[in-house]
């Protein structure tokens, strides 16, 4: 999951940027709106807009409207405090698909972010609490990966690259699509620190049905073995 962060308000940024680096989100933020409508226009990789409305600034319902009538935009999420209801409500009329009144919890966050992509048919189904492959299962929403029950232990980044190969399991993904997935534009990751990454996941997760290969010319396949012995892809396992 990807995430565009509009903020107004730098209290209210502070909070909300922890609550996303908490979910292990990878998220750009900007506090210029003509920076987010250009991030949107040029990556079109974003899954969800968070969009703060502040009551001393009603310039984000014309950013709602503006965001909303561009059919490659994703789905706005709007934070609010409770006093700014009526802003709110403006918000869901020109476009946003949901609100989420600050304070928030992560988990609440998290819930209402999946809830703006199933609404906008970003995704067919509900996202699950948990993916799971084979022996391998990486809790969501408690970020804990385990094999064959057993806990494993992995940074924060290598958990954001093993969740986008098992979101796209069984089918090869580039490192420039895994790498825009797992870096934000602050960040100094290049697609080629990919393979770091990959190598210690290989280690980490060294079982003898799953597996990480590499299918030359089009990236990483995580994959359970008995699927390679079905297929003739050209890989280095």
């Known amino acids: 999951m990807r995430i565009l962060y509009i903020w107004r308000d730098r209290a209210t940024a502070r909070y909300t940027r922890e609550q996303l680096r908490l979910l292990e989100v990878t998220f750009d933020a900007f506090s210029e709106t003509e920076e987010a409508f250009e991030a949107v226009a040029t990556l079109e990789k974003y899954d969800a807009v968070i969009l703060d409305v502040e009551n001393a600034n009603t310039q984000a319902i014309d950013v709602i409207n503006r965001l909303a009538s561009d059919t490659i935009a994703p789905p706005i999420l709007v934070t609010f405090d409770a006093n700014d209801l009526h802003l709110a409500a403006d918000a869901l009329a020109v476009g946003a698909i949901d609100l989420l009144v600050r304070p928030f919890e992560r988990t609440e966050l998290l819930l209402r972010l999946r809830r703006v992509m199933v609404m906008s048919s970003r995704s067919i189904d509900a996202e699950p609490r948990a993916i799971e492959l084979g022996p391998l299962r990486f809790n969501l929403e408690t970020r804990e990966v385990a094999l064959d029950g057993k806990p494993i232990a992995l940074t924060r980044r290598d958990r954001r690259v093993l969740e986008v190969l098992l979101e796209h399991h069984g089918n090869p993904i580039s490192k420039e699509k895994i790498a825009a997935q ?31 290969a590499t299918v030359r010319g089009l990236g990483y396949k995580l994959r359970l073995r008995i699927e390679a012995e079905d297929k003739n892809d050209a890989v280095d396992c």
């Open 182 to 212: 797992v870096f934000s534009a602050e960040d100094a990751g290049i697609p080629q620190t990919i393979e770091s990454y990959v190598y210690r996941l290989r280690n980490k997760i060294k079982h003898p049905s799953i597996e990480i």
